[in-house]
């Protein structure tokens, strides 16, 4: 390959660094852009392999694979440039390469930096955009046991209907994941689903979250007013978890809401209405509280025109092993390694009560997943409470009844005689207190 005197003019105008190498891979020239960016000089590197005098170049693989490579990053001694790389063809043959390097400055810096933040700002915006909705559907329920298929049967058709629910069932039973089922089975579904936790902000900051307020409503209130997050679920869902937590005087303003389908801003005067679906949920009784005046009655049973029970995991243990393989499946996913489980784990892990139920499990099972070291989940990589209580159930020896009844009747014979004596006349009186004959007593003695 060879170079003319028009192209050499051209490359040397060049502010841009040239470097073309033949079909050997062998360095012909570079301009002299080139020795000011990388400070390598003509003398040193022409004529010899390309290999040899720019180690790590990526130009050779592409004057063998014919494939051009785009700003690739290189660095070499603390400069760092962008290089273009393509081969040179001539009659459909590869002749060689040419790579053109431009520095790296300021400008190309904060173009890339930019580059990132909007990757970051829009993964953000996704993120955001997520939180008004309701991730989990129906089909997210794991579930094999009768009693949780008949749950998901009830819950499908109360979310048909557009009646205000109230979940209940101890804590980590999925009570947020049916809320959102809920949601997404609804004709609502298309709206927002907005999750409140009652518990997490003290009544007063609760409140001006619901309902919003007007500017102005309290010292530290935002310029303009701020809209509630019962505006905000318009034509959606507001999930109202951990109702029990509203004091008297939230009660009074929510059933105000659900009577009147309105909500009206702190400091405000004016109603807004709006559409809004209300499922709450509790772990307490709230039947018990409502009863013991702690809870508004009226309120209870606007709530709970539609109840949803879900069941403590103990009571339905068959949803145990499908829970625990999804849960494997998520590990693997999560570790990118086989995690198993060995049959004894497995008997401790569907013999436990569960008192912290599905979310307990889930726990249990990913961190066990996260400490094993072979692959296999066995019975002494689970915490100890497990291990524990399998041990005391199998320590409980189950007896037959009439065994039972057999030493009970021992016990009571071999008392009455320390009482009456082992004599004749002892015997009969033992007899007599004990309500048999003499002939049974004989007998039972023998
Ligand atoms: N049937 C199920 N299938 C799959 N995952 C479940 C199931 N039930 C619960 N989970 C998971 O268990 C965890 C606890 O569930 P969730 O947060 O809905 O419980 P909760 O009843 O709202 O608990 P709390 O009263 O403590 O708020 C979540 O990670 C949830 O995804
Ligand atoms: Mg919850």
Redesign the pocket.
Known sequence: MHIGEMERNIFEALYDGVLIADKECRVIYINKAYTRITKVNSEDIVGRPLDIVRKGSMLSEVIKSGEKRLAARRKTDNIEYVVNMVPIIENNEIVGGISILNEINDVYKLAEELRKSNNIINELKKRVKNIGNAKYTIEDIISADPKSEHTKELTVKISEMDLNVLITGE?GTG??LYAQSIHNESRRKRGPFIPV?CAVLDNNLLESELFGYEEGAFTGAKKGGKRGLFQEANGGTIFL??ISELDYRLQAKLLRVLQERTVRPVGSVVETEVDVRIIA?TNKNLEALAAAGEFRQDLYYRLSVAALNIYPLRERRGDIMPLINNFLKEAEDKLKSKVDLSQEAANLLINYEWPGNVRELKNTIEFAAMMVEDGVIRSDGLPKRIQDEGLKKNMIEVRSLKEVVRQAEANEIERALLKYGDTVEGKQKVAKALGISLASLYNKIK
Do not use: G, I, L, M
Request: hydrophobic share 15%.
């Open positions: 804590s009570k947020e936790n978890d951990e949920a």
